[in-house]
């Protein structure tokens, strides 16, 4: 089970310091690994004529947000 959606349906957690606990950092690890798969899954399926119009961003949301105005912007 991935968690693909952990990413798109909560914000990124806090930062990861020494007191944190052992629940808060298996959290950060498992958005973290949501974001980076679903970033590179929406990559991977963008048209390059859309692409090419998205800044380069390290957040899934973000990056969903350029995809939607990109795709607005390129309808007739």
Do not use: C, G, V
């Not at 944190?20 to 973290?32: F, K, N």
């Not at 949501?34 to 119009?53: C, E, Q, V």
Request: aromatic share 10%; proline share 3%.
């Amino acid at each position: 089970y991935l968690d693909l959606d952990l990413a798109q349906l909560e914000d990124k957690p806090t930062i990861i310091i020494d007191s944190s606990s052992e629940e808060e950092m298996l959290y950060h690890i498992q958005w973290q690994r949501s974001n980076r798969l679903s970033l590179m899954f929406l990559r991977m399926t963008t048209t390059n004529n859309i692409k090419i119009s998205i800044p380069q961003t390290e957040s899934m949301k973000e990056y969903f947000m350029f995809l939607n105005d990109a795709i607005h912007d390129h309808e007739i």
